[in-house]
Nanobody, 123 residues
């Protein structure tokens, strides 16, 4: 089992940057596929980015070229660097984990979730 805790959210002007972190408990972090999702008020939770245990990545088209997902397996930490933020990026951001190899885009594939961190990009 793994527990996840996000941090790094906040309020930023459009065009600015934030880096989210997700600290994971447990000793086998490298065995987990990880993902970032977001949910805006009144909308479904949507895929942002995902990374496998060995670093294979994939991104939603809406964030490609602006966001970068990475992980430090020695520190049991997942990151999301967000640049050129837009008001449409405003949402609660969640990290998620699945005890598996691969890259997963669907929320239902993930077994473990953090509590979320609010990101607001103002115009």
């Amino acid at each position: 089992q793994v527990q996840l805790a996000e941090s790094g959210g906040g309020l930023v002007q459009a065009g600015g940057s934030l880096r989210l972190s997700c600290a994971a408990s447990g000793r086998t972090f490298s065995n987990y596929a990880m993902g970032w999702f977001r949910q805006a008020p009144g909308k479904e939770r949507e895929f942002v980015a995902a990374i496998s245990g060995v670093g294979t990545t994939n991104y939603a088209d809406s964030v490609k070229g602006r966001f970068t997902i990475s992980r430090d397996n020695a520190k049991n930490t997942l990151y999301l660097q967000m640049n050129s933020l837009k008001p449409s990026d405003t949402a609660v951001y969640y990290c998620a984990a699945r005890a598996s190899v691969g890259v997963y885009y669907t929320p239902t594939y993930y077994n473990y979730w953090g509590q979320g961190t609010q990101v607001t990009a103002s115009s």
